[in-house]
Every structure is written in structure tokens, then in C-alpha cells.
């Protein structure tokens, strides 16, 4: 496993802020596949997918702002998509291409898609990964009892277990598997203590702007023009199935792929999942 951690300086409101990727395979390679991470995850959940995919990429990684490797911002209502949107164009600028194929899980996928619908747009392939343009309340009020919490542990074997307690959804790993997630998803504090590599203010905007009701994307889902594949968990409580199949008929009609055993969000560790990946980036 070889990849190299990178940052790039971008931009808020409230000032400028480092962002860390992971680059994996040859970096003269034109073709680009930007996978970025859930809402509390870091872009090392993607190591298994991005070294599979570095013969024919150049992958990259990163660590939205207030994860992982990444800063923090100063201002917490910038953790938000719209920033999030202009940090990956300062970061695609940065690579020097004009085009990237994309994997967003969760939050990556918005992400994803208010890039690819935006007119004139980098994103070539793009890949939802258990996220689609209707997130229920039922969700929504799910994210907000564990999003902003920042509990710790005093060895990483008692944050191994919550890891594997929370994470359930992700489905049947192995112990190897639980380890390498929770490894990349905490670290060592000055008092000794594990935590979590996240900032908890990202969870400020989420709160101030929660309504008791869905959230409709549909208008940006209809505006994506390029190839487009949506990924479900089978037993996800994110994306409901029904949106899942309008997907394949509405907008981009995506190309529907659905991984059993797992909720919310398969997460592609195994050769199953990644292909499912790998078909569609590659397809001529």
C-alpha cells in the first residue's frame, strides 16, 4: 500500500485552511478519481478502493475541511457544503486536470453532486454511494443524536469496540477490517485519551439549520448531466429505495447498484463491492 499525504491551501470566510489528501498511483496520469467520505469519516476509508484503482488512476483522497488530517475553520458555519464545493474546485485546480471521475459516500455524494450539476463542470463519472436527492427526517433525526459528539476512550481497544458498535451498518467486516477503520477514525490526545479525528463544531450548521421535514436535492439530481451510478446498502436508512429507483429514471438516470448485508454505507473493502465500482468508472 503506497500512496502520499498532500495538502492544499484553501479558502473561507473566516480565512485560509490546509486541506490533506491521500494521492495514490502515478501523478502524471491525466485520468483523475476524486473519492471523498461521509460526514464524521476521513478519506483513508477509501484506501482499500483507491489502491485498487491506482493502475488506472491517479486517486486522490481527501479530508474535508474539519476531518482527518485536514484544519479546522475558525468559523463553524462554514461546514457546509458550499464551502466544501469550493475547497474540491481549489483542489482539482491544484491537480491540474480538467476533468475527474468522482465517489462520494454520504456527505461525499452532496458534494458530488453540486459539483456535477454545476454548468461547466469538472465531474465526469460520478458515483453516489448510498446517498440520492431526498434525505428523510427519519434520517436526518438519526445524524443529529450522534453528529457533534466527541466521546473518548482510555485505550484503543475500548474505541475499537464503539467503532465497531456504531458502525454496525457498514456491514460484516473482518477484525482486521474493524482495526484498520478504527485506527484511521481516532487518535491520541495530550491527556492519553482516544477521540475522534473530527472537529464536533461540524456539527453547529447541521443543528441550526435542522427542520422537521426532508430534504429535496431533486432540482440539483435533474441538473447532472454525465454518467451517473447510485450505490445502496440494502438495509440503508438514508437512502430509501424508492428514491434510489427514481434515480435511474430521472435526471442522469443513473445505473442502480445495490449491495446486500450492508445499511448505511458499504464501504469497499472487499473485491465484491470495489468492482462494483471499478465496471462503471471503466466502462468504455
Given at each position: 500500500?503506497?500512496?502520499?499525504?498532500?495538502?492544499?491551501?484553501?479558502?473561507?470566510?473566516?480565512?485560509?485552511?490546509?486541506?490533506?489528501?491521500?494521492?495514490?498511483?502515478?501523478?502524471?496520469?491525466?485520468?483523475?478519481?476524486?473519492?471523498?467520505?461521509?460526514?464524521?469519516?476521513?478519506?483513508?476509508?477509501?484506501?482499500?478502493?483507491?489502491?485498487?484503482?491506482?493502475?488506472?488512476?491517479?486517486?486522490?483522497?481527501?479530508?474535508?475541511?474539519?476531518?482527518?488530517?485536514?484544519?479546522?475553520?475558525?468559523?463553524?458555519?462554514?461546514?457546509?457544503?458550499?464551502?466544501?464545493?469550493?475547497?474540491?474546485?481549489?483542489?482539482?485546480?491544484?491537480?491540474?486536470?480538467?476533468?475527474?471521475?468522482?465517489?462520494?459516500?454520504?456527505?461525499?455524494?452532496?458534494?458530488?453532486?453540486?459539483?456535477?450539476?454545476?454548468?461547466?463542470?469538472?465531474?465526469?463519472?460520478?458515483?453516489?454511494?448510498?446517498?440520492g436527492p431526498v434525505i428523510t427526517v427519519e434520517a436526518l433525526h438519526r445524524i443529529a443524536t450522534y453528529v457533534g459528539m466527541d466521546p473518548t476512550w482510555n485505550t484503543f481497544a475500548e474505541a475499537l469496540?464503539?467503532?465497531?458498535?456504531?458502525?454496525?451498518?457498514?456491514?460484516?467486516?473482518?477484525?482486521?477490517?474493524?482495526?484498520?477503520?478504527?485506527?484511521?477514525?481516532?487518535?491520541?490526545?495530550?491527556?492519553?485519551?482516544?477521540?475522534?479525528?473530527?472537529?464536533?463544531?461540524?456539527?453547529?450548521?447541521?443543528?441550526?439549520?435542522?427542520?422537521?421535514?426532508?430534504?429535496?436535492?431533486?432540482?440539483?439530481?435533474?441538473?447532472?448531466?454525465?454518467?451517473?451510478?447510485?450505490?445502496?446498502?440494502a438495509a440503508s436508512d438514508l437512502l430509501p429505495r424508492a428514491t434510489w429507483q427514481q434515480m435511474g429514471e430521472r435526471g442522469p438516470r443513473a445505473v442502480l447498484a445495490e449491495i446486500a448485508d450492508v445499511?448505511?454505507?458499504?464501504?469497499?473493502?472487499?473485491?465484491?463491492?470495489?468492482?462494483?465500482?471499478?465496471?462503471?468508472?471503466?466502462?468504455?
Amino acid at each position: 500500500m503506497k500512496f502520499q499525504q498532500q495538502t492544499v491551501q484553501c479558502l473561507s470566510p473566516s480565512g485560509l485552511h490546509r486541506m490533506a489528501y491521500t494521492e495514490w498511483g502515478d501523478r502524471h496520469n491525466p485520468r483523475v478519481l476524486v473519492c471523498v467520505h461521509g460526514l464524521t469519516r476521513n478519506g483513508r476509508d477509501f484506501d482499500a478502493l483507491a489502491e485498487a484503482m491506482s493502475g488506472h488512476y491517479r486517486v486522490i483522497c481527501p479530508d474535508v475541511v474539519g476531518r482527518g488530517q485536514s484544519a479546522r475553520l475558525r468559523d463553524p458555519a462554514g461546514y457546509a457544503v458550499p464551502q466544501y464545493v469550493a475547497d474540491m474546485v481549489t483542489l482539482i485546480a491544484r491537480l491540474g486536470v480538467e476533468r475527474v471521475d468522482w465517489v462520494g459516500t454520504s456527505m461525499g455524494g452532496l458534494i458530488g453532486m453540486a459539483l456535477a450539476a454545476q454548468e461547466g463542470t469538472p465531474v465526469g463519472r460520478l458515483v453516489l454511494n448510498d446517498v440520492g436527492p431526498v434525505i428523510t427526517v427519519e434520517a436526518l433525526h438519526r445524524i443529529a443524536t450522534y453528529v457533534g459528539m466527541d466521546p473518548t476512550w482510555n485505550t484503543f481497544a475500548e474505541a475499537l469496540a464503539y467503532v465497531k458498535l456504531v458502525s454496525a451498518p457498514f456491514g460484516p467486516l473482518t477484525e482486521a477490517q474493524w482495526w484498520t477503520l478504527t485506527e484511521n477514525s481516532v487518535g491520541q490526545r495530550a491527556d492519553g485519551r482516544w477521540g475522534f479525528l473530527y472537529d464536533p463544531q461540524i456539527a453547529a450548521p447541521f443543528k441550526a439549520a435542522f427542520a422537521d421535514q426532508d430534504i429535496d436535492l431533486w432540482p440539483v439530481y435533474e441538473r447532472i448531466t454525465g454518467p451517473t451510478l447510485a450505490i445502496r446498502g440494502a438495509a440503508s436508512d438514508l437512502l430509501p429505495r424508492a428514491t434510489w429507483q427514481q434515480m435511474g429514471e430521472r435526471g442522469p438516470r443513473a445505473v442502480l447498484a445495490e449491495i446486500a448485508d450492508v445499511g448505511h454505507a458499504p464501504m469497499f473493502f472487499d473485491e465484491a463491492q470495489i468492482s462494483v465500482v471499478r465496471e462503471f468508472l471503466l466502462a468504455a
